[in-house]
């Protein structure tokens, strides 16, 4: 490639939470494991499959009633999300003392930026080997890995050997490589694109290599231009490291359809007070509560309000969400309810008609939560001590 070529790794654990459970149970070794609940969860989905499964047709995101029915012989376990965050953190702790620019996909995936680190290594098929061994002693678990110019590619060639696969792409495959692939694995092509594609006849990257990219933008705009250069292998993204979180929240699916009415009655003070908690932690305030609901269709709503000042308590998270789904017309049973705070900062925003009191006891009250969670006082009962200077009686 060119001599301002990048050199881009990408990073996949192969089927990472079946390989971190048989780390801690070796007798699963070798056999059909399937992560994402027990045999008989109705409503479990799989998350994780060991390459044994995967031969019996299981794949994840596959209801584990029918993993049951395709591999009934399978050992079934629900996931251990803690478990594999602990080991995600040394991999990516890894991944940072390897690479200079290191851009989490997942908790199991990154993309690494080695462009000036070729010296250290042979040749990148080395560097890839090397990268290998390092994740493998560090967490016990295999991965693999795609080494390209540019992230898309980095990206298909770890996919093309797993697992424990690692294949590079250079100008001299890359053509071997891209042709022959559907269009649809080229990034950001979805089954429009795709579909829109196959009505002019073309299904792979070598057929639409054949249209010029005038032909291409007018088709599709700007996603034109971008297909154009994704054919031939082109992709200026750079490696990029985490920003801040865009938003901050919680959602909860209930084991049973909940009518709306119970949802909001029994479940969403939880989910509030759970959101509030992941703000405090992290010091943050923001503006708008977004409410998420699904249905027992699996349509999904999202209502949005945007406040005058910063959210800093449960009340105020409550009060917005509850609003929101007040004006839900919906009848259908609800699967999943959750709320998101956008609109992100370190500073709290205040409006001109804030009061100034009510921010001061928000404060306090915030710290009288950390050293007691179970502390009763709420906003509300708070700032009646402070006008009255004594504690009404409740009922
Ligand atoms: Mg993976």
Redesign the pocket.
């Known amino acids: 490639m060119s001599k301002n070529s990048r050199t881009v790794v990408h990073v ?5 939470f079946c390989a971190v459970e048989t780390l801690h149970h070796p007798e699963y070794a070798g056999k059909c494991l399937i992560v994402g609940g027990y045999k008989d969860a109705p409503r479990a989905v799989v998350s ?1 499959c060991s390459y044994e499964a995967r031969r019996y047709g299981v794949h994840s995101a596959m209801p584990i009633a029918q993993a049951a029915r395709l591999c009934p012989h399978g050992i079934f376990v629900p996931p251990n999300m803690a478990l594999y965050k602990e080991v995600s953190a040394k991999l990516h702790a890894l991944f940072r003392q390897i690479a200079p620019v290191v851009e989490p996909v ?1 908790i ?2 990154a993309f690494l930026d080695m462009t000036g680190c070729e010296h250290f290594y042979p040749d990148l098929a080395g560097m890839g080997r090397s990268i290998q061994e390092q994740v493998y002693k560090t967490t016990g678990c295999t991965a ?1 890995i795609g080494i390209a110019p540019c992230k898309f590619l980095a990206k298909l060639a770890s996919d093309l050997r797993k697992p424990q696969g690692l294949y590079i792409i250079t100008e001299d495959n890359v053509d071997a490589v891209l042709l022959p692939l559907p269009v649809n694995k080229l990034w950001g092509v979805g089954e429009k694109t795709t579909q829109a594609l196959a009505r002019h006849s073309i299904y792979t990257v070598a057929e639409l290599r054949t249209k010029s990219q005038a032909w291409l933008q007018s088709m599709f705009g700007s996603a034109g231009a971008q297909l154009y250069a994704l054919a031939r292998g082109i992709d200026d993204r750079p490696v990029e490291p985490p920003g801040p979180a865009k938003s901050i929240g919680h959602e909860v699916t209930f084991a049973v359809d909940l009518p709306i009415r119970k949802a909001l009655n029994e479940e969403l003070p939880a989910i509030a007070q759970a959101v509030a908690r992941r703000l405090q932690r992290d010091g943050r305030y923001g503006r708008t509560v977004m409410l998420k609901v699904r249905f027992s269709d699996f349509t999904t709503l999202t209502r949005q309000h945007t406040l005058p000042n910063s959210v800093v308590s449960v009340t105020d998270i409550l009060r917005a969400a509850t609003s929101l789904l007040k004006n839900v017309k919906e009848t259908k049973p609800v699967r999943l309810l959750g709320i998101y705070i956008t609109d992100l900062s370190k500073h709290q925003q205040l409006s001109l008609f804030a009061d100034p009191r009510k921010q001061k006891i928000e404060q306090l009250l915030r710290r009288l939560k950390q050293q007691d969670p179970n502390c009763p006082i709420t906003t509300a009962t708070a700032f009646s001590i402070r006008q009255t200077g004594k504690r009404k009686e409740g009922p």
């Not at 996949?12 to 990472?16: G, K, L, V």
């Open positions: 996949d654990m192969d089927a990472f994780s997942s199991d995936e693999s």
